[in-house]
């Protein structure tokens, strides 16, 4: 938080912290007015609100369908395969994505061309940049996130299941009734949370995906602050410090829309 005052000042190395000159806004205006600002914005959002919606329901079908298998070593051996992709290096993903969506030797292009299909350079095409990301990122969680839903299952009371068993229901009629009440609270509050943090993206994924080609639609702000307070030859700190500081609010701002929200509609909620 000390860290946080080099947004309203021209920080200076030198000068330190203290000694840099307070600007106020400026380095906000200077984001706000600036032609990446619109396209950083939607880059972000679109990203995170795909990621959202798209991941959200897979750990909780896992969890229920896991929770009716009988076979325990199937089950556990789904779990392991499902789980394992988690603890893949982000580097090692990226490479081996690059390495199966090669246009030349990739496997993906090499089993399209047996239906006379591609070859297509998906990494080069920004339109199918945010497709890649997404769905590569749920293959790798959500067998790590389907884990607390399971463990919400292992405690709901079995009476509730044997009762419902007696009076005929089926494993359909179970989840709808028993189950998904039973884990809704938790899924609630994972919601507001992983809404809390849509904007942060996974900057190390972004940047390892990133290329000439694809940069219209997967610049984000990560990348952006990375590259400006980093990289480029200013190391603007101030700059890239504001607009850290920017995305913070954005989040709690959210953060509280959607607690709130979920107070009024009856659900729980993080206060």
């Avoid at 076979?71 to 290096?89: D, E, G, L």
């Avoid at 940049?129 to 389907?146: A, E, K, L």
């Avoid at 609630?188 to 219209?216: D, P, V």
């Amino acid at each position: 938080m000390y860290g946080a005052q080099i947004a309203f000042k021209e920080f200076n190395v030198t000068k330190g912290i203290n000694g840099s000159p307070w600007v106020g806004f400026a380095q906000f205006e200077r984001f706000f007015q600036s032609h990446e600002f619109w396209r950083l914005l939607k880059n972000t959002f679109s990203i995170s609100l795909y990621t959202l919606i798209a991941s959200f329901p897979f750990p909780i079908l896992l969890a229920l369908g896991l929770n009716y298998v009988r076979n325990r070593r199937f089950k556990n051996t789904v779990q392991m395969v499902t789980y394992a992709p988690y603890f893949i290096s982000l580097v090692v993903l990226v490479g081996l994505m690059l390495q199966f969506m090669d246009p030349r030797t990739g496997l993906i292009n090499t089993m399209l061309g047996w239906i006379g299909a591609g070859p297509y350079h998906f990494m080069a095409e920004a339109s199918w940049f945010q497709s890649i990301y997404v769905w590569s990122h749920i293959w790798q969680n959500v067998g790590f996130s389907c884990i607390i839903f399971l463990a919400t299952l292992s405690g709901i009371d079995p009476a509730l299941h044997e009762a419902a068993v007696i009076d005929g229901a089926s494993k359909m009629q179970r989840m709808r009734h028993i189950d998904l009440p039973g884990i809704m609270p938790i899924a609630i509050i994972l919601l507001i949370l992983n809404t809390g943090q849509m904007l942060e993206t996974g900057f190390e994924k972004i940047l390892l995906m990133q290329n000439a080609l694809n940069l219209r639609s997967s610049e984000v702000i990560d990348t952006y602050v990375y590259k400006v307070g980093l990289v480029s030859q200013a190391m603007n700190f101030s700059y890239a410090t504001a607009i850290g500081l920017f995305k913070a609010i954005i989040g709690f701002a959210l953060l509280l829309i959607v607690n709130q929200t979920a107070k009024k509609l009856k659900q729980e909620s993080l206060w």
